[in-house]
């Protein structure tokens, strides 16, 4: 008896703990546009202690300590360049060491005037990525990267890419271990930037299977360097454009492209993602003004 009441008295002391390791969730960390300005890009666009911004956000992320880190393409300023990847290099390095994986999609800036040696040097630092599509699956969400440059794709591969999507997306609506999809690519569909304009080939390639799947729930991009949020035909869009390139003016809300997030405009920020059963809630993180640190800014539930 004296050894049943130690049990159960051990298991009640244990059951506080239990309870919070199950209520300890997996944080899945995004970002996009974590490439140092050009020089061409400041003839146009106002700096902002950009290169600092981008650091910044790495070492949060370390803190976070996320089950992984996605980059929404343009990592870097130029792909083809080894000396362009040099800070980010110790970035993911670091990130890396700490146990968080890292991974990213292909951007515009990784293929600018030299897609094959781009393409390359993005493949050696993610290996494990696939242009033709690629998928990593974290806590039960299904986290799907795209190649939208679709100008340095051919018609075949554009194809390719289509049909293994739409697959991926029926077989993951049927199976009852994914609870949420994610789809991200680089060019944003809806954005009201006044530098970058709407991708209507990611609406026509992506969009449309996407709002199609019943447990696609986000769709994320960049390419316009803001915080922009979308609802159209019943899903959430978000534009997450600042991981450090330089801030990009946008044109006035209106019907046809309807910003929910009008008064959040953050110049630099990153989301942190957690799931609850079947929805997903987001917050994301801005860099404050003076640089000193990261608060949570606008927060959402979508499902």
Sequence with gaps: MRIIRYLLLLTACQLPFLALAQEKKQVIAFASDTQEPMWVEKLFLKSDHNLEATKLIFGDVDHLRPSAFFILGDVVSLGKSNNAWKNMDRYIGQTTRDSIPVYATLGNHEVMFNPKKGTRNFMS???????????????????????????????????????????????????VAIRCIIVGCHHSPYTNSRIVKPSLAVQQNFVQPFIQSKKCVLFLSGHSHNFERFHVNGKDFLVIGGGGGLHQPLNGNNDQMHDLSEDYKPAFHYLEITRTQDSLQITSRQLRKNFSGFDDGLSLSVR
Aim: negative net charge.
């Design 125 to 175: 630092r993610f290996p494990m990525y696939n242009p033709a599509g690629y998928m990593e699956v974290k806590d039960s969400v299904a986290v799907i990267l795209l190649n939208s440059n679709f100008a340095a794709m051919s018609k075949q591969e554009i194809s390719d890419q289509n049909t293994w999507y739409r697959h991926q997306l029926a077989e993951l609506d049927k199976d």
